[in-house]
């Protein structure tokens, strides 16, 4: 079976400025906003383009997206706003088979807690980096060679990690 690749990408820095704002409404700070075109350069760097992206609704997350100029079918879902790390998995095992990779952008702790729950193999280092902390704006690739249907705790290899302060 051919390699399957996911990237969990958690949304960058939201600005907490206006206190009335629901969550589901909050932008990205400058901070952030800065960070996302950091994630977009690494991505650039590397060549990285996802078949699929699947985003939560929320303006942040949208935000980070719009910010790294995603090619491919981009899909916004209500589901994915504050979806836990099962609930997300459940999406993932939805994706057509056909589709060779992912970009999952979304929130912790789902974010977190799913690429804790299927790294089961991968470099020491960044596991630990990984269980540590999930800051916004990071980034965790895996590697899997399963179906999606069958991705399932510990399936897959963490193949990178980076964080926002990484790339400045």
Request: with cysteine; charged share 25%; aromatic share 6%.
């Amino acid at each position: 079976m051919a390699s399957r690749k996911l990237y969990l990408l958690r949304h960058a820095k939201s600005d907490w400025g206006d206190p009335g704002l629901a969550d589901h409404e909050r932008p990205l700070s400058a901070r952030g906003q800065r960070a996302a075109q950091d994630v977009a350069a690494y991505l650039r760097r590397r060549h990285l383009r996802p078949a699929l992206v699947l985003c939560s609704t929320a303006r942040r997350a949208r935000q980070t997206l719009e910010a790294l100029g995603a090619s491919g079918e981009v899909r916004y879902e209500d589901a994915l706003y504050g979806a836990a790390a099962g609930e997300l998995l459940e999406r993932l095992r939805l994706v057509p088979e056909a589709t060779a990779s992912v970009l999952l952008v979304g929130h912790n702790p789902g974010i977190q807690e799913l690429a804790v729950m299927l790294a089961g193999k991968g470099k020491a280092a960044p596991r630990a980096r990984l269980n540590e902390k999930f800051p916004t704006g990071a980034l965790a690739e895996l590697v899997f060679h399963v179906p999606w249907a069958e991705l399932a705790e510990g399936t897959a290899e963490l193949t990178a990690f980076v964080v926002p302060r990484d790339l400045a």
